[in-house]
């Protein structure tokens, strides 16, 4: 074990594959210098410029070209800096990298990673803020991972570097200097489509992922004082989502909420409330709650951009009404939980 | 490079390029039919007219080298060595169509031959060539990719950042606008700024050349000094190849928007016509002639009859080759 920075993890995991694979090299803007947070900092040095590879400023030709490459039996790693900035290369992941093993009738695989940094970073603003995890995962052929802790960073991208499948790799910018301990070990990985039980608890479980975990960890503590024992789940990988994990967990607890920093609307946490509705509804004992941010784009000024924060107070506020309003225990009462007074699903404060 | 005449030209090589471009042109035609039987069951879009770029260029690619297409793919794909049975399946949307039917025409592709794609989305097929000669020149690799788009293409950005790619990198790849004067239904000419698809890859630095399409000899004599310059590590090379897409965007389109007599003067210059013209300057006779174009009719009607009476694909296949990581299923119901 190592105390790393979650930056630092990513960056280790992809030497250490790098090391393991002739194949694997990274492409995009900024790598030589060693990318635009850090995160490759000394990469260009111990593999040369062709492994990693700087790029003009054209997103969907960085992304194609990771398409044509991986067809030819390369591993490409693209950088896309900013989740934002990837959405100039829609046609190059949706229709392309998502599609090419199926309507070629699995002639190719496309094993690539594209990394696309994700969320708030103070004052970013409307372009360099977004959480689009949810748009992947809608996409039939992509695999999307939300790390969230060092790692996690660390095991989850050598996954997603040895998986055959495109992975739309999300890592969030707020999260570049938490600091935890990592294995040193070059073969630690983490398996894709593996939930982490963060934290355990009985009364109600919080599903989240990315910098949002922490949010629920703090907000979990905070409702421990009162009494309030919360099972914090760290989903991990959006696509495959662990389905298992989350229907133990409730099935234990009997109440979901789902808290993630995307746009609460056709958000992922939409996803999990509506399967875990269809599978548990007669022993939910409160009426699942997603909590996420409302559907404004993110602002420059504090004050404005703070509106789209979920905080630990608004995810501890809302837990206590779950807790406190559904009926102790309705399973096997035949009838839906009734509606208390958290059951509003806007975005009251 | 240029016009052959009957004296100093190889007359097998002649004959391989007629009965190349026969095949292709019956393939399209006995799929025309097969839209008309309603057993073709997407939109196609026939290379009628252009056989003499696919021909050219692809006589001048080795089996390992790389092609990628477009969604007008059939003649390429063809003359790249696939297996016109298997086309004719997917066509049909038939169990072992090279993509097992979940492709149809538009994504047809034969990676045995190094066919990597037709493409649905014009320009797509570009930045995937830069990565696919990115590929082969970080493997140092001696083989050569070769990117066939529409004159349409250039107006995409896919266009501008794939051709900037492969001339910072100095990519092995050879860059061929198949130049049929339409994007879709629209003149390129009204939709297009500047002096065309050759002088904005001079722009980007990457030597061009531009030919008759319908000169079967000179695409491929033009093609293949590009592709030595390719093949010798100097970097990409840009072939703006004229040509005349001599059937209507696809096989439903009545191509109302350009006259009768505009289409009867382009049939003059018909490729196929013209290499015959040159064959028999070469006393080639009529009867062999003839033959060429009766051999390739009854090849693809062979392809036609044997892919209508293959099965569609078994209802379960829809649920492979999506991903290895989770299980499709699971999500479905």
Redesign the interface.
């Known amino acids: 074990m190592a105390r790393l920075s979650y930056l630092d993890a990513g960056r280790l995991a992809l030497a250490e594959e790098m090391r393991l694979d002739p194949a694997v090299?990274a492409v995009g803007e900024d790598l030589g210098r060693g990318g635009v947070f850090g995160q490759y900092k000394g990469l260009a040095e111990e593999f040369g410029p062709?492994?990693i590879s700087d790029?003009?400023i054209?997103e969907?030709?960085i992304?194609?070209?990771?398409?044509?490459?991986?067809?030819?039996?390369?591993r490409?790693v693209v950088e896309m800096r900013f989740s934002d900035f990837a959405l100039c290369a829609v046609?190059?992941l949706v229709?392309?990298a998502a599609k090419?093993?199926?309507?070629?009738?699995?002639?190719?695989?496309v094993p690539m990673v594209v990394r696309e940094p994700i969320g708030l970073w103070r004052s970013s603003a409307a372009q360099h803020s977004q959480s689009l995890e949810a748009w992947y995962a809608h996409i039939?052929?992509?695999?999307v991972v939300c790390p969230s802790t060092p790692a996690d960073n660390k095991g989850l991208l050598k996954s997603a570097i040895r998986?055959?499948?495109p992975v739309v790799y999300m890592e969030h910018k707020s999260l570049w200097p938490l600091q935890d301990e990592v294995p040193d070990d070059p073969e630690f990985t983490v398996p894709?489509?593996h939930a982490r039980v963060a934290r355990e608890g009985t009364d109600l479980t919080i599903v989240s992922w990315s910098q949002q975990l922490h949010i629920g960890a703090q907000a979990a503590a905070r409702l421990a004082e009162g009494g309030i024992s919360v099972e914090l789940i760290d989903l991990r990988t959006l696509?495959?989502w662990d389905?298992t994990a989350v229907l133990a967990s409730v099935r234990k607890t009997g109440r979901l909420m789902v808290a993630h920093e995307a746009v609460s609307v056709a958000g992922f946490g939409a996803e999990i409330a509506a399967t875990v509705a269809e599978r548990l509804h007669g022993g939910l004992r409160a009426p699942v709650r997603r909590l996420g941010a409302p559907r404004i784009p993110v602002s420059y000024a504090p004050t404005l951009e703070n509106e789209v924060r979920v905080t630990a107070e608004r995810i501890a506020a809302v837990v206590r009404e779950m807790v406190q309003a559904g009926p102790e225990q309705s399973l096997g009462s035949g009838s839906g939980p009734s509606p208390g007074p958290g059951s509003d699903p806007s975005h009251t404060k | 490079m240029g016009q052959g005449t009957g004296s100093n030209i190889d007359v097998e090589r002649l004959r391989r390029h007629h009965r190349q471009m026969w095949r292709i042109r019956a393939f399209e035609e006995q799929a025309l039919r097969g839209l008309d039987e309603k057993v073709v069951l997407g939109a196609i879009h026939p290379s009628i007219g252009q056989e003499g770029v696919a021909a050219g260029v692809c006589a001048s690619l080795a089996r390992e080298d790389?092609l990628?297409s477009t969604h007008r793919g059939h003649g390429h794909t063809l003359a790249k060595g696939a297996d016109p049975l298997a086309m004719m399946r997917e066509l049909l949307g038939r169990e072992d169509?090279?993509?097992?039917?979940?492709?149809g025409s538009m994504?047809i592709?034969?990676?045995?031959v190094g066919m990597?794609?037709a493409?649905?989305?014009v320009a797509?097929n570009?930045?995937?060539?830069?990565?696919?000669?990115?590929?082969?020149k970080?493997?140092r690799e001696r083989r050569v990719v070769c990117c066939i788009f529409g004159d349409g293409a250039v107006n995409r950005?896919?266009f501008l950042?794939?051709l900037?790619?492969a001339a910072?990198f100095r990519l092995p790849l050879l860059f061929v606008c198949e130049d049929n004067g339409f994007a879709a239904t629209t003149r390129t000419a009204a939709m297009t700024g500047g002096d065309g698809p050759a002088a904005r890859a001079r722009a980007i630095g990457i030597p061009a050349a531009e030919v008759d399409g319908n000169d079967v000899l000179a695409v491929e004599s033009t093609a293949s000094e590009l592709l030595a310059a390719v093949r010798a590590g100097e970097g990409p090379r840009f072939l703006c190849a004229r040509t005349y897409r001599l059937t209507g965007h696809t096989g439903a389109d009545p191509a109302t928007y350009r006259s009768k007599a505009e289409v009867e003067a382009r049939w003059k210059e018909d490729p196929i016509a013209r290499l015959a013209a040159q064959l028999r300057l070469a006393d080639v006779a009529e009867a062999d002639l003839a033959a060429d174009a009766e051999a390739a009719v009854a090849e693809m009607r062979l392809a036609y009859e044997a892919a209508v009476a293959t099965p569609y694909p078994a209802a379960a296949r829809a649920y492979?080759?999506?991903?290895?990581?989770?299980?499709?299923r699971?999500e479905a119901f």
């Open positions: 090299w062709e492994r790029a003009p054209s969907a030709c992304l194609g070209a990771a398409v044509g490459a991986a067809m030819m039996g390369t490409p046609d190059e229709n392309q090419a093993r199926y309507m070629f009738g699995g002639q190719s695989r039939p052929g992509l695999v998986c055959d499948d894709l489509g696509w495959p389905k | 790389i990628l169509g090279n993509c097992g039917g979940k492709g994504h592709a034969d990676f045995s990597l794609g493409n649905g989305v797509a570009i930045v995937i060539a830069a990565g696919a000669a990115h590929a082969v970080l493997r950005g896919p950042e794939g900037n790619w910072v492979a080759d999506v991903q290895d990581v989770g299980d499709p699971a």
